[in-house]
């Protein structure tokens, strides 16, 4: 269940890099100076960029167990682990030649 998880967190920050979001992975720490960091990016840097602006901020853990529930597709019925049902969108790609 954790790989099923781990993948979808994956899948949801590509997704957001191929929309040209910003996208941080790493390992949460705190450097001797008290700044934070996830990976190489400096989070004071960063909010610093963005203050006064509205914004998402995802946070995934990789290290979170819980498991994935399972969804039933309203459009097909089918039920489905995955981001989104992967039978309807192999059609809609089939169908439209894109996701
Ligand atoms: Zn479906």
């Known amino acids: 269940m954790t790989a099923i998880r781990r993948a979808a967190i994956l899948k949801l920050a590509s ?42 901020v995802v946070l995934g853990s990789l290290a979170d167990e819980r498991p994935v529930e399972t969804r039933t597709c309203r459009t097909c019925g089918r039920d489905y682990m995955d981001l989104e049902c992967p039978y309807c969108r192999a059609n809609r790609i089939r169908l439209r030649g894109h996701a």
Do not use: P
């Open 15 to 56: 997704t957001a890099y191929e929309m040209d979001l910003q996208v941080m992975n790493g390992v949460v720490q705190k450097a001797a100076n008290g700044r934070w960091h996830v990976g190489s990016h400096d989070l004071v840097e960063w909010l610093s960029q963005h203050e006064g602006e509205e914004l998402v």
